[in-house]
């Protein structure tokens, strides 16, 4: 069965920084790609980073890049989004998803059943 616990969200201000965790079960960990994508109020959802639990290889999206890290502890299961100098435009609904292939996560092609139930980032100007 896949599950997937997001915690860590929370309220900062801009320039500040949160670790983001996810708790995945072994279904969902052993789909190859974890991954997180966010979602502001009134706006499309977004990607933000995706990484192969296997190779290690990550990908991010450009309004993060060099801000944002994800990792993996494979021992617990767990994906994380280290995210640093935070800005207002980070707000947002933040969702981990878990994937066949990354390509899945970048292009926003997921089922109701690949990501958790989120956690919210607020960043304060």
């Known amino acids: 069965q896949v599950q997937l616990v997001e915690s860590g969200g929370g309220s900062v201000q801009a320039g500040g920084s949160l670790r983001l965790s996810c708790a995945a079960s072994?279904?969902?960990?052993?789909?190859?790609?974890m991954g997180w994508f966010r979602q502001a109020p009134g706006k499309e959802r977004e990607w933000v980073a995706a990484r192969h639990t296997g190779s290690g290889f990550a990908a991010y999206a450009d309004s993060i890049k060099g801000r944002f890290t994800i990792s993996q502890d494979s021992a617990k299961s767990t994906v994380y989004l280290q995210m640093n100098s935070l800005k207002p435009e980070d707000t947002g609904v933040y969702y981990c998803?878990?994937?066949?292939?990354?390509?899945?996560?970048?292009?926003?092609?997921?089922?109701?059943?690949?990501w958790g139930q989120g956690t919210q980032v607020t960043v304060s100007s």
């Open positions: 998803a878990a994937t066949p292939r990354c390509a899945d996560i970048v292009t926003m092609t997921l089922g109701r059943n690949d």
């Open positions: 072994r279904v969902a960990y052993s789909r190859n790609c």
